[in-house]
């Protein structure tokens, strides 16, 4: 019922930026925590941050302070700044989406994002 779409991804140097994009398909308000996730080649896959309706905010130890998350209800999306990126970075990062009821979650197709070093 619910897609998400994400865009934003892409190369950049070592120390640069790059911003996120995730569009929801319907309203967020009832997709309690939206968050990202992140796949480097080889490794499992782990959370990056969360953010809940309220506007709380999570993050991994390794990404706080030059990550942030915010939602954009109006416009039913979510972003991930991402500043003074490193090449353990680079991964395929997902956006994810939580429903309280029924309970469900959902996932994007993931956009690529490469550090160089």
């Known amino acids: 019922q619910v897609q998400l779409v994400e865009s934003g991804g892409g190369l950049v140097q070592s120390g640069g930026s790059l911003r996120l994009s995730c569009a929801a398909s319907?309203?967020?308000?009832?997709?309690?925590?939206m968050g990202w996730y992140r796949q480097a080649p080889g490794k499992q896959r782990e959370l990056v941050t969360t953010?809940?309706?309220?506007?709380?905010?999570n993050y991994a130890d390794s990404v706080k302070g030059r990550f942030a998350i915010s939602r954009d209800n109006a416009r039913n999306t979510v972003h991930l700044q991402m500043n003074s990126l490193k090449p353990e970075d680079t991964a395929v990062y997902y956006c994810?989406?939580?429903?309280?009821?029924?309970?469900?979650?959902?996932w994007g197709q993931g956009t690529q994002v490469t550090v160089s070093s």
């Open positions: 953010i809940t309706s309220g506007g709380s905010t």
């Open positions: 319907g309203s967020m308000i009832f997709l309690n925590v």
């Open positions: 994810k989406a939580e429903r309280s009821w029924p309970p469900s979650e959902y």
